[in-house]
Structure formats: structure tokens, C-alpha cells
């Protein structure tokens, strides 16, 4: 079992779907990334930051999953990171209604001391400096470093991008901002052009279309799960990459073929995330719950044909 | 080994992609459909209509490909329907140009004796009574009646498109036309409705993003490969469904698990059709090459989770 950083946001959401509405409920990539990470029992922490108006109850919620919240600063008279949004109907696109950064706005992450020698480290969706601090407070260059952006950063700091990018070795990315990021449409080339600019595995999400990964010449697709109805799709990435080095945490085997393993458990997550508000799927999930999916996760792919 | 019946079109393309254009070639859906049945060695038939303007060498062309084409009607003072089209920069999309209907506009099936019995019947992309008309002149209920259709008549002749879906088996559609036909956006519960229309197997086409298979409560994915490039899209559709059906005549099991394979195969043989232009790749497709790419999609696809 290897240690596991995470670094992202811990927040306050506040989501409307065609589906209904919520009030301000716990959020934060890091949020569903260590709830995702959880299933696995790993020795996770969360490096993050919120305001004295983030609940006991919900640090608590974390604590509960055997994720270490000692890296969560709390600042007393400041505000949490706030995002609400809006979903249009076909559930793959939305507004964003409001983001106050808060407490954010000044976050210097602090890897507390007993992870500093973790082996897999978590780079939620942040700015890269930020991103970076964190890999530079490691004692050692970690096993593997797990990266997620978006083009926001492309947009206003992609130089910085850039730096981190060189210290990475996978990259989870949507489809749009693997192109926006490497002006290519093809999608196997634009996976080419990034492992150039440091990860060699890179993970590309298609939301409802699934995810591919890539290393070198290989790939390997897995769909997203079939759904009747996608109930909120809020922090279906962040569960998806909470899954995927989770499962290389407690396997601690970084090899292709194992990384396959881990696209299909984040795949299998990110499917149950989605069918209620915020981490209310994710936080009474059980193993049997997960095991049944993957089964039908296999079933769903898995084939058998003689060449002829 | 089954016979199978195909008919559609056999037409007439001129193409404009990013990549260049063509003049007028070879295609139409029961061209593409019988191309790629024949990779299967099957004794097939294509059942359509062209005009006096339609080269000797492209009736010799699919004749060398075992091929019988004794049921494509010939009129000397005709012209052969034809489509132009241009396709957009994503490749997802294009605008037609032209549509001559010509003989189309007249187009009475005659299926040849030697085929009436046959057990696998694929009714191409044509008005649905027209697609009735062949299933009225077949011996007795084939084992096998799949269905391809498209949004035109879902405008212009819904009430002729459910009485032959009461008669398909199989119905291959893409997504739009699925949520259009249902009135869905779920494509899990608009597969359930379009069962209760007829056809007891749904094939839902996504494009580059694969195609879903459903039965029952049963669901079965096959993603496109991802392609450095795609050339023209003209043809994959039809190529899908010619894969899928001649893979069942070949196999004669209409089982879900060997409707699995069938759907690997339609895959994979649409993954070669839109390497070049109209039919072109598909003329000269070798056993070899079809095999290594199975092979690639099996790489693509399986994987070997135990569960914990």
C-alpha cells in the first residue's frame, strides 16, 4: 500500500440540473477525489484549504473514510472556495454562475511531514505554481505523479503549465483541452504531442464517451457506463482520477496493464458519482456496490472472438 | 454458411473533405454493406437499381468479390441516383450538395429466386416500404432481418418505418435518430423503446465514439478506433452494418454473445473504410490486415481485473 497526496480544492458547491436544484453542499476536486480514492483504503491525504464557515461535520465525513485532513488549512475568518453552475439538458455542457475563490486565493499548500515521502501524489485541477509547490516539498521524486488540469490554465498561465508538466507522469485531460493544449483535432496525436512535453501516460476523458489512456504506441478505451440517467455529472473527473490512483495506490504497480485496471475502476466510480447531487453518491458507496458494477463494466466490453 | 440479402443503394459519391474531393465514384449503402459481408465469404446478393451511366467494372468489382449481382437492375435510359457531400472540419458532420434520385425514384426490389430463402436479410437505408416490399417477397420469415434507417423517413414516413420495424430484428440507427425516433435523450431507455417498436436488438451508433449493442436488459459497447486520422466518414455506417451481418451469415449464430463479436467485426471493418476515399480501402482489405486490427481492438478493450 502506497501513501497518497492529494492536492486540490475542498468547497462549497452549489449545483442546478434539469433534475433539480441544491443549496450550497460539500464540493472541491480533492473532496471527490479522496472519497473515490477511499475505496481502496489507501493512506491518503487531502493538502487543501477552507474558511471558518466549512462544517466540522464534513472534515469529519473525510476523517470517517481514513483520509488525513491535517493538511486542510483552516482559516478561521475566511470564506470557503465557493462554485455554483448550471447544467443545460443534455448534461455535457454547463454555465457557471459563480466563483468565489476565497480562501483560495491565497492557498500555499502544506504536504504535512508524515507524506513527504508518499509515493503517488494527486495534482488536482489547481494553478500550476501551486501544483508545483507541492511536488517541490516531497523528500524524494514520488513513484508516480498523477496530474489534472484544464484549460483555464491554458489560457492564463500556460507557461507555468508547461514547468509542471515536465515533473508529471500521467495527465488526466478532456478531449477539448487535449486539443486546445496541442492545436491537434486527432485525438492519438494530440496523446503524442503531450507525452512530448513530459507525462508518459496520458489519460484523455470524454465524459459520456468514456476515457482513453495512452502510453507510446498502446491505448486502451473504456467506455463510461451506459446510464438511464445522469443525475449531476459534478465531480465525475475528479472521481474518475479519484479511483485511478487509488487503485495504483493500493497495487502499488505503475505497469501499463495495471493502469488499464485503474481507467476501468475510475470509469466504474465516475458512473455511480453521477447518479446523485454533489459526493452523495460517493459517500455510502459500498465494495459489494462496486464489484457488482465492474462486473458489469466487463460484461459491457469483454468479448471473445477466434481469428479466423 | 447463410445467404444473405442486402439491399440499398448502389450509387454514385462525390466527396469534399479537408483532404481533398473526389469526382464521381463508387458508393451507396448496399455497396459498402456487400463489401464488407464479403470479407466473410458469404453468398450474398445485392438487390438495387442503377442506370445506363453505371461502369461495367464496378459491377465486375463487387461480382469478383463473390458477390451476386443479378439483382441489381439496370435501365439503359436511366441515370444512376447520386449524392455529393461535403464534410466539415470535425469530420462529425457535412452538408449534402446534391441528391438525384434518378432510377432511385422508381426503385422496384426484385429479390432473385436462387435468394428467397434466404436467412439473413439487410434492409439498407430506402424508403421502409421498400424495405416491406423485400421482406414480402422472401419465402418464408428469414432468421435474421436487420434494419438500417435514418432521420428523412422518421420525418417523412413514420407511420411506413413502424410497420417494418414490427417485421426487423436488428436495428442498427445512430444516436440522434435514436433520441429522435423515442423522443429520449437517454440512449439506455430510448434502446427499451425501439424494442417495444419491433426489433429485439438495438444497435446505436456513435461515430468515433463506437456503437452500443442492447437486448433485454443486456448492453454490449465497441469503440471506434482511435485513428490517427480520419479521411472520409462516407461509407462506415454501411460498412458497420455489412461487418455485423456478414460476420452472422458466416458464424449463422444469432446468439447476443456472437451478436457481440459481430458488432467487434462491424467495428473493425469501418475502421479501415474511412482510411481513404468512397470504397477504395475497403476493395483491396486483406484477411491479414482485418485480423491484425482485431487484434489491435482487443488491445484496446480487454482487460483482466480481478475483483476484491
Known amino acids: 500500500m502506497s501513501k497518497l497526496v492529494i492536492v486540490g480544492t475542498v468547497a462549497f458547491d452549489a449545483i442546478e440540473t434539469p433534475f433539480g436544484k441544491t443549496d450550497k453542499i460539500?464540493?472541491?476536486?480533492?473532496?471527490?477525489?479522496g472519497?473515490?480514492?477511499?475505496q481502496f483504503d489507501v493512506d491518503a491525504t487531502i493538502v487543501s484549504i477552507v474558511g471558518g464557515d466549512f462544517p466540522q461535520d464534513y472534515l469529519n465525513l473525510l476523517s470517517d473514510k481514513n483520509i488525513d485532513v491535517s493538511g486542510i488549512e483552516f482559516v478561521k475568518n475566511g470564506k470557503t472556495f465557493f462554485w455554483s453552475g448550471?447544467?443545460?439538458?443534455?448534461?455535457?455542457?454547463?454555465?457557471?454562475?459563480?466563483t468565489e475563490l476565497n480562501v483560495l486565493a491565497d492557498f500555499n499548500p502544506i504536504v504535512p511531514k508524515f507524506y513527504r515521502?508518499?509515493?503517488?501524489?494527486?495534482?488536482g485541477n489547481l494553478h500550476p505554481l501551486t501544483q508545483i509547490s507541492v511536488l517541490d516539498q516531497m523528500d524524494n521524486t514520488p513513484k508516480l505523479v498523477v496530474l489534472d488540469t484544464m484549460n483555464f490554465w491554458m489560457d492564463s498561465a500556460i507557461e507555468e503549465l508547461h514547468q509542471v508538466l515536465k515533473r508529471v507522469d500521467v495527465i488526466t485531460i478532456n478531449d477539448d483541452e487535449a486539443r486546445q493544449?496541442?492545436?491537434?483535432?486527432s485525438l492519438v496525436v494530440a496523446a503524442r504531442k503531450i507525452q512530448d512535453m513530459g507525462p508518459k501516460y496520458v489519460v484523455i476523458k470524454k465524459g459520456e464517451h468514456g476515457a482513453l489512456l495512452f502510453h507510446g504506441e498502446?491505448?486502451?478505451?473504456?467506455?463510461?457506463?451506459?446510464?438511464?440517467?445522469v443525475f449531476d455529472p459534478t465531480g465525475a473527473g475528479d472521481t474518475f482520477a479519484g479511483g485511478f490512483v487509488g487503485y495504483i495506490a493500493k497495487t502499488e504497480d505503475t505497469s501499463f496493464e495495471n493502469l488499464k485496471n485503474a481507467v476501468i475502476y475510475g470509469s466504474t466510480l465516475a458512473s455511480?458519482?453521477?447518479e446523485k447531487f454533489g459526493t452523495e453518491r460517493m459517500q455510502d458507496l459500498s465494495k459489494e456496490e462496486l464489484n457488482t458494477r465492474l462486473l458489469q463494466f466487463k460484461h459491457l466490453t469483454q468479448f471473445e472472438i477466434e481469428l479466423t
Open 86 to 98: 448550471k447544467y443545460h439538458t443534455d448534461m455535457n455542457s454547463r454555465d457557471t454562475l459563480t
Open 117 to 123: 515521502d508518499a509515493e503517488i501524489v494527486m495534482l
Open 181 to 185: 493544449l496541442t492545436g491537434e483535432f
Open 26 to 33: 460539500l464540493g472541491g476536486a480533492a473532496t471527490f477525489i
Open 35 to 38: 472519497l473515490a480514492a477511499s
Open 272 to 274: 455511480f458519482c453521477v
Open 218 to 229: 498502446k491505448v486502451f478505451f473504456a467506455p463510461a457506463l451506459p446510464l438511464e440517467e
